[in-house]
């Protein structure tokens, strides 16, 4: 999202959510307070669930694992002037090319072939998802947010019925497809670990946090420093004036929601190569929508998307500590505090922007009159 005040970019990616995150856990704070739970006890034991211990720290990474890539294919689509939703229907599809490949092929080739190919399966799987609604979007003037949506829809609707009809072993009852190879399986960090000669505990993180780390410096570079990436910025901010340019809208919004699209793709990865080991229903839970409130609060940067979700991934982990550990302290209460960083860094972001962009204007004004 361009900075709409004047005010550093680095006050304006940092900044500001660390305020909107501040006002969030404190309002958490008071409600955690009315039901009669101490919010420092509910805090410690959420951070030391979430980065007391490597098993903590490695259900946190995984997380945010998953929240990087469907932050990343926000945060491209928004840059072009759009806002796609779509984010759970495109991990969806990505999961389903991961299967399909892996089913086909896992027992063939080796892992050194074979992982390389779910990766490009997932990424061209969630790209042909998202370019349905881009298409319509550009050439029949559908509103991309309604066919996101739809397509959500529809993507979990073929998921079960591949699932149920086609790739569900014959006598099982389980709606779940067979076991990947284990050459399609994506290594887990402890069994690196252990391969090296170092203990660590199990964990769900798996080098997808490697791949998801590589998207971002991808993204940053596509955005900002390569001529398509300006095209997808310039159409976002002016469609016309990049019109008159010489640019083509339509091919800068087919072209931001194939990436997105494929960024979303990627979560396959991380959930079904790199943990269930087969594809399940409604692998993605929620995961495309979490993604909307990662790229807000990132402020639509891969810097600030990584910083997000690792906020989120403390949040999902630590949360179900704390609704272990406190009682009266339910897994609704987390969602309750997830909802509040929510609204705090993506509603209520406007509303403290102007502040600092105030209180900069005075500092340099002030600086400036010095010198």
């Known amino acids: ?24 856990l404190l309002v958490a ?45 926000v945060a491209v689509a928004i840059h072009a002037g759009l806002f796609n939703i779509g984010g759970e229907g495109q991990a969806t599809l990505g999961g389903v090319g991961v299967a399909l490949t892996a089913l086909w092929l896992g027992a063939k080739l080796p892992a050194v072939v074979v992982l390389p190919l779910l990766v490009i399966a997932a990424a061209l799987f969630g790209m042909l998802w998202a370019a349905i609604p ?13 066919t996101t949506i739809m397509f959500n829809f529809l993507a979990a609707a073929l998921n079960g019925y591949l699932l149920v009809n086609w790739l569900r072993p014959a006598g099982s009852m389980s709606v779940e497809s ?62 016309r004036a990049a019109h008159y340019a010489g640019m083509h809208p339509r091919a800068q919004v087919m072209l931001a929601m194939a990436l997105s699209g494929a960024l979303a793709g990627l979560v396959g990865i991380n959930e079904i190569s790199g943990v269930q080991g087969k594809l399940t229903l409604d692998f993605v839970a929620g995961a495309g929508f979490t993604g909307i409130a990662v790229s807000l609060m990132g402020r639509n940067h891969p810097v600030g998307i990584i910083l997000a979700s690792l906020l989120f991934g403390v949040l999902y982990q630590g949360g179900v500590e704390v609704s272990f550990e406190l009682q009266g302290f339910s897994r609704e209460m987390v969602v309750t505090a997830q909802g509040l960083i929510v609204l705090f860094s993506g509603a209520m972001a406007t509303v403290s922007a102007p502040m600092f962009a105030r209180l900069y204007a005075a500092f340099a004004k002030k600086g400036g009159a010095r010198g």
Not at 134 to 146: D, F, K, P
């Open 1 to 24: 999202m361009s900075q709409p005040l004047n005010m550093p970019r680095w006050m304006d990616i940092v900044l500001l959510p660390l305020w909107n995150l501040a006002v969030a």
């Open 29 to 73: 704070g008071i409600v955690v307070r009315v039901i009669g739970i101490s919010p420092t006890e509910a805090l410690s034991v959420l951070l030391n669930g979430a980065l007391g211990n490597l098993r903590g720290l490695g259900y946190s990474l995984y997380y945010a694992t998953t929240f990087i890539f469907t932050g990343l294919a």
């Open 134 to 146: 881009a298409y319509l979007q550009a050439w029949r003037g559908s509103h991309i947010v309604i």
């Open 178 to 239: 067979a076991e990947f190879a284990e050459a399609a399986r994506m290594p887990a960090l402890h069994q690196i670990a252990a391969a090296m000669g170092v203990e660590m505990p199990s964990s769900p993180l798996n080098l997808s946090l490697v791949i998801a780390l590589l998207a971002c410096v991808f993204v940053g570079w596509f955005l900002w420093k390569s001529a398509a990436g300006y095209a997808v910025r310039a159409v976002g901010s002016a469609p």
